[in-house]
Nanobody, 126 residues
Framework: QVQLVESGGGLVQAGGSLRLSCAAS????????MGWFRQAPGKEREFVAR????????YYADSVKGRFSISRDNAKNTMYLQMNSLKFEDTAVYYC???????????????????WGQGTQVTVSS
């Protein structure tokens, strides 16, 4: 199957930046799209951004549009999330996810993804 490992989380001041990484291993040749989700304390898991693996087309949640940038390195089987102008409300555990079949609903819902990482904590102080 596919194993996903996130890294790059940490503590940052509001207005600062962080770059998250998600390394995939296993049956990665079947990956169609990968995405980022996050979950803050007491809140539901929410979509952040996703990218298709072959074409590199991206889609972002309105809450992060213009501040976050998703990218991927096909050769390294790694996805990235560059987070700029961070806000306190961005504080959450960020999860990496992947899907093997083509997207049906823009890849913005958690049930579209088959594989998940363990998450990396992002804390933004204000």
């Amino acid at each position: 199957q596919v194993q996903l490992v996130e890294s790059g989380g940490g503590l940052v001041q509001a207005g600062g930046s962080l770059r998250l990484s998600c390394a995939a291993s296993g049956r990665t040749f079947r990956t169609y799209a990968m995405g980022w989700f996050r979950q803050a304390p007491g809140k539901e898991r929410e979509f952040v951004a996703r990218i298709t693996w072959t074409t590199g087309t991206t889609y972002y949640a309105d809450s992060v549009k213009g501040r976050f940038s998703i990218s991927r390195d096909n050769a390294k089987n790694t996805m990235y999330l560059q987070m700029n102008s961070l806000k306190f409300e961005d504080t959450a555990v960020y999860y990496c996810a992947s899907r093997e079949r083509s997207l049906v609903k823009l890849g913005a819902t958690y049930y579209e993804y088959e594989y998940w990482g363990q998450g990396t904590q992002v804390t933004v102080s204000s």
